[in-house]
């Protein structure tokens, strides 16, 4: 109750856009004493939020924490009016890991988990996710679909161009897709993403989809062996971004893509806005499968989402799952 009440206080402060609010039209609105707003105001500011207090006018937010935080967070898709719930978490092994274990648990559907930092981040084939950044976003949405598994070939493919449309978007960044889960901006990974769902012989039951999403690394926060291969939006905009806003339009972006995808509203804008944004137009390219490296020139995607490639002699190969490296021209 505590932290759903601040973030009402903080969706109150978030409306006035810098202006002052009145402690008695905070009480009202949240159904608090003036005295109890004072509180809570108290304890924010023992988390990183200041406010000025000015008699006959109220109190204004002048600063907020650069970190994630649940209230401010939970204030944010007040003011979006998102209908996934929340559950943050400091810390946790893995946010799909967790999501997975509420879902076991009977959570109500669709939720989204969100963690500080990860212990264990992992992404496709077992690979771990560097997530010791404060400065980034690590967060899953989890979903009961219903829906038979072929359907859900495209899922992945779908959910992240919907990711790079929204954060090109928001951030004034020109993100690309690469197949078949990342996130690029000048060849380097921004954001990857990770599906795992359970399904019985015909229908799948529980989804769950990851993201992580380099909001305002520097270049040099990244592991040596990663550091030329990753970059931020901070580094592509030229400008950090407010965490927390950010995560809440990136919420809001997923919950519309999923209901889109679920809906089956989505063809269209998939099947045109594919080619705009996929890094591998035009490339050479080497997949790569557990045995062996295969290279061509790649031809885009199928309606299912499989990668389509022109092999040296000609003939065309399709690819339904494996690791794509650009081959220098």
Known sequence: MGEVC?????????????????????????????????????????????????????????????????????????RLACPAHLHYLAETDSTNTQAERLLADGEH?????????QSAGRGRRGRAWFSEDPGNLTLSLALRPQLPPVRMQTFTLWMGLSTCLAVNELCGVD????????????????????????????????????????????????????????????????????????????????????????EDRYRETFREQWPCHDALVGRPVTVSLTDGDISGDYLGIDETGTLRLRLPDGQERLFAAGDVTLRKQ
Not at 11 to 22: P, R, T
């Open 6 to 78: 601040d973030a009402d206080i903080l969706a109150a402060f978030l409306a006035a856009d810098g202006d002052y609010v009145s402690g008695a039209t905070i009480a009202e609105d949240t159904g608090v004493s003036r005295a109890a707003v004072w509180g809570r105001l108290e304890r924010l500011r023992t988390e990183g939020f200041a406010f000025e207090a000015v008699r006959n006018k109220g109190y204004r937010l002048e600063t907020t924490p650069e970190g994630l935080h649940p209230a401010l967070l939970g204030a944010h898709l007040l």
């Open 109 to 117: 559907t669709p939720f989204v988990v969100v963690a500080g930092r």
């Open 175 to 262: 993100l690309k897709v690469k197949w078949p889960n990342d996130l690029h901006w000048e060849g380097k990974k921004v954001a990857g993403m990770l599906t795992e769902a359970r399904s019985d012989s015909e229908m799948l039951r529980d989804l769950v989809f990851g993201i992580g999403l380099n909001v305002n690394s520097l270049p040099e926060s990244f592991p040596p062996d990663v550091r030329p291969l990753a970059s931020s939006l901070r580094e592509a905009a030229g400008r950090p971004f407010d965490l927390n806003a950010t995560a809440a339009q990136l919420i809001v972006a997923l919950q519309r893509a999923s209901d889109a995808f679920l």
